[in-house]
């Protein structure tokens, strides 16, 4: 029930505490429907965070040009996982990145009720927030092992994460399956978050032990929920949390790059997959002219930047774009 109570039983410090608010009845991101409330300046606190923790690692890649892969994780369901990489996405969005949010919790996906899309197994999909798409599952087999789920999720992140600035993972519970253990190795940070009032104690301390055993990059810990009172001063120059009528939208670039279909997932496991036609305006590294994007081919192809730099294609399956409106495989 406090920010030191919860820094204690996981041995991290907490970046933000994060304020509940009323939503109205539709599901949305309050990042978006309240972006000047308390808590949509906690969570970029927490982008503000992130970044500080990575400029200082040392990530050990040798191609600064690949995104950066953040996990969030809880111990438990019901912590705030999902609320928080919603927001996660909205705010380094807000920033300039183009942002990639992955449901990692194939047994009960809720990412895309955050974004109010549909649950489309494997498609990168619009989220409806400029510089954000959203991956919702990435099995298209009903009767995929969660081993084979998992393995779809690690191609999909080392195939994308050249074409994202930051791509946030949405994980199971740490306490409750193996899932999030088995993909962390890919992540550059991560991140724990716990829910005022819900997280116990001891779902905390085995958690620090879990990540510690794994070596995990820990950068700190969300502290959602909290009871409205010290804000810290994120309400400077907003009083209340109270969402906005009118959510501020903003014109996607008709030049930037649309989202990459993932394809070449081995067929008796993962048909290839599909993507939204179309895209919200992703963009890797840049911008192309015109609607057609140039094709992403399988090494030793690769993609043209606009300054005539060539960038190689990531290992795993192939990537290519589609054209507006393009609905071809």
């Known amino acids: 029930r ?15 505490e994060i304020p509940a608010v009323e939503l109205p009845e539709e599901r949305g991101v309050v990042s978006v429907l309240a972006p000047y409330s308390r ?3 906690g969570y ?13 690692a040392e990530r050990g890649d040798d191609s600064p040009a690949a995104g950066i892969v953040v996990m969030v994780v809880s111990g438990v369901a019901a912590e705030g996982k999902t609320t928080t990489t919603a927001n996660l996405a909205t705010a380094f969005a807000e920033a300039g990145s183009a942002v990639l949010a992955v449901n990692g919790d194939f047994r009960r996906p809720a990412l895309h009720r955050q974004f109010g899309v549909n649950d489309t197994p494997g498609a990168i999909l619009e989220s409806g927030i400029p510089g954000v798409h959203v991956v919702t599952s990435v099995a298209v087999n009903p009767s995929a092992t969660p081993a084979q789920v998992v393995e779809a999720q690690r191609r999909v992140i080392q195939a994308t994460r050249r074409h994202y600035d930051i791509i946030l993972l949405d994980t199971a519970p740490l306490l409750s399956t193996n899932d999030a253990i088995d993909i962390a190795p890919l992540a550059d940070l991560v991140v724990v978050v716990g829910k005022y009032g819900v997280t116990k104690n001891h779902h905390a301390r085995r958690t620090a032990e879990l990540l510690a055993r794994m070596r995990a990059p820990v950068g700190g810990a969300v502290f959602v929920a909290t009871p409205s009172g010290d804000d810290g001063g994120y309400s400077y120059y907003y009083t209340g949390n109270e969402p906005m009528t009118e959510v501020p939208r903003l014109a996607p670039d008709p030049d930037a790059f649309e989202a990459p279909i993932v394809a070449n997932l081995p067929a008796t496991e993962h048909p290839p997959v599909a993507a939204n036609g179309n895209g919200n305006g992703a963009r890797a590294n840049g911008h192309v002219n015109g609607t057609a994007k140039p094709s992403v081919a399988a090494k030793p192809s690769v993609a043209a930047k606009p300054n005539g730099e060539a960038t190689p294609t990531a290992d795993g399956p192939a990537l290519s774009w589609k054209a507006s409106g393009d609905t071809s495989e």
């Open 2 to 16: 406090s920010r030191e109570e919860l820094e204690q039983a996981l041995g991290t410090p907490v970046l933000a």
């Open 44 to 56: 970029r606190a927490v982008r503000s965070a992130v970044l500080f923790e990575l400029a200082l």
């Open 39 to 41: 808590a949509a300046e």
